[in-house]
């Protein structure tokens, strides 16, 4: 819905995954970071395919780690984080009602073990998911907007 409002490109870092991440989260195993390392890569490389071609895109990414964010983010300095806050038991809810996607409400917890929420140096547009998507789009939008000027 974001990418929508702006007009700009979209794209879901789960589609960039390996085969094997995928079969391992389908199976209900949650990756590493040995696991994670080539998918950051393919990640990181669309962000800069979009940059060099002067594009603009927003991209729906669980990096859960500083060292992920500080891969895809670091040294790009028109590449922003928006983090999507929400507690375990909402997320699960929603990723249970979600149709067709390998991910499952059963790795959810180990998601929450890894996690390292962002920090100031970071920079980060700290969002509550508890809204309905569309309040939270027109809230980015206006923060985003808010922050070019």
């Given at each position: ?69 500080d891969l895809l983010i670091g040294g790009r ?16 809810q929603r990723i249970t009602a979600r149709r ?5 409400a059963s790795l959810l917890r180990s998601q ?38």
């Open positions: 819905m974001l990418a929508q409002q702006l007009g700009w490109d979209f794209e879901d870092a789960d589609n960039l995954h390996p085969a094997a991440n995928i079969d391992k989260m389908r199976s209900g195993i949650p990756l590493t970071d040995e696991d994670r390392w080539p998918w950051l890569a393919a990640v990181a490389a669309w962000i800069d395919a979009v940059r060099s071609r002067k594009g603009h895109a927003v991209m729906a990414c669980s990096a859960l780690k500083r060292r992920y964010r300095a028109d590449v922003r984080l928006i983090y999507l806050r929400g507690d375990e038991d909402l997320i699960a067709g996607h390998f991910m499952t929450f073990e890894d996690l390292e929420e962002p920090v100031a140096q970071e920079n980060a547009l700290v969002v509550s998911i508890d809204d309905q998507p569309g309040t939270l789009v027109k809230d980015i939008v206006a923060a985003l907007r808010t922050a070019q000027q």
